[in-house]
């Protein structure tokens, strides 16, 4: 308290992540952070059944239960300043079910702390780097979204500076977010204008979820600043590519080594690497689900997108869902290229490393990594190409949803089909197009 007020913050906002992945919080003011720390702050329980258009989804334990509580306790030792918001610091919280004093069983967080439990129980420590694109956009009245692209320039791939970015959007966020302190190193402006990317350290698991889940939050919060909009789904524009959320992964085998090394092993990695590798591929189907969790993020997929719909991996290919980079020795790991940007960190982290861990339980060996350029279909199986495909395909695999919990899955699978159910029954702007004036 007495740092907090010498460093001149009064206000603590405490934020934790719903099901999608959007940041749910309170400020407190200083003087009420020991209470908050001690009794908790009541949220209500269905705020991880709540849809971004403000719908409560009839999700068990929510509307059913009379709409109970939870209780919200500051993580202090996630607590960092916000650069932009004088006189305001940011930390984390753990959320838990004031009837048993156990974790919420929707909590995002809490479930990858569980997988993660389960890797430590057979001498693994994931490490995970996230790799981050999302897409600026202006103020459009003349757009039906109300949304432009920040800038329309191509070829602008892999470019920093004036080029693709006019107002230095960039160069201001990378100042702003490293004072932050959540581990950005750098970024650019990728494939598409207006489209950027900016990369994390890699670090433990749990901490590189908090990294991922915060940066996301910061990145919206700055454009909003500005009077712009910040997106991290999937495709927002007809006529551009979609954002991914890439995750390097690897794992310390408790004595300060890499896990996933072996130079002489097969592709020089190790036993474990490959059975990972091999259990990735396994469940690729229901980790489709949590990779790619919303409608949209089925029109990021198909021929020459550079997005993965194909189960497959290779060595130091970029065409393969899982990218084995080059690097070998302490960087030896492999790249989940599945993710899209609209994915909760907490869940995309927790689904990979289950699905890795299954595999090195099992002990089977992936086929042969893909050569040459990939997206044949006679190589190699096709992905769920739809939500509805994707969240069936979860709800099958009895292996995976033990790892991740029955109480989660049940939720999730509740909250997503609504999702689906509503967009089914929406009337969109191509069908009004297609239809009306012909028909």
Known sequence: MQRLAADGIDVVRVSYPDLIGTDRARDVLLDHLPSACDHGLAFCRAVYHTSPQGDVVPVSGGLDAGLPDITVRPDLDTLVPLPWEPGVASCLADVTDPATGLPAPESPRDLLRTVLDRCAEHGLRPVVGPELEYFLCDEDAASPSGWKRYSGAAGVVYTAGLRADGDNHLLRTLRLLRDMNIGVTGGNHEFDGGQFEINLTHCDALSAADRAFRFKSAIKELARKEGKLATFMAKPFNDAG???????????????????????????????????????LAHAP??????NPTVNSYRRFGPDTLAPWLIDWGLDNRSAMVRIPPERGSGARFELRLGDAGANPYLLIAGTVAAALLGVLTGDEPPAPLEGYGYDTARAAVLPMSLPAAVDALEADTELTDVLGKDFTASFLSYKRNEIERFQRHVTDW???EYAYHL
Do not use: K, M, Q, W
Request: hydrophobic fraction near 45%; proline fraction near 2%; charged fraction near 10%.
């Open 242 to 280: 979609g954002s991914g959320f890439h995750l390097h992964l690897s794992c310390d085998n408790g004595e300060g080594g890499n896990a996933f090394d072996d130079p002489a092993g097969a592709y020089g990695l190790s036993a474990t690497a490959r059975h990972a590798v091999a259990g990735i």
């Open 286 to 291: 229901a980790l489709a689900a949590l990779a």
């Open 431 to 433: 069908e009004f197009t």
